[in-house]
């Protein structure tokens, strides 16, 4: 590996999916200014998820209804062709 190419700020971040409530832990570098209380009573950063494998079609087998109002619209006003 290369020096310097990778992260070295790793900790434990607690991974919340918003679409079903479903929360995991792991090691990331990813930054967060929200903290949550886990199950081992210590305080973790928090990233929220829109899909994960709890609500994901692929790995559930079902489809599941994401709210996805407005994506499309958004896109279209950011990258509109400036008159």
């Not at 310097?4 to 570098?29: A, C, Q």
């Not at 994901?56 to 958004?74: C, L, N």
């Not at 896109?75 to 008159?83: D, G, I, L, S």
Request: proline share 5%; glycine share 4%; net charge positive.
């Amino acid at each position: 590996m290369k020096k310097g190419l990778h992260p070295e700020t790793y900790r434990l971040v607690v991974f919340k999916d918003t679409s079903n409530e479903n929360m995991f832990i792991t090691r990331s570098s990813a930054p967060s200014k929200e903290t949550i209380v886990w199950e081992d009573g210590k305080e973790y950063p928090v990233i929220k998820v829109e899909i994960s494998n709890t609500s994901h079609p692929f790995y559930t087998g079902k489809s599941m209804f994401v709210d996805t109002a407005g994506r499309i619209e958004k896109f279209k006003k950011r990258y509109e062709k400036k008159a």
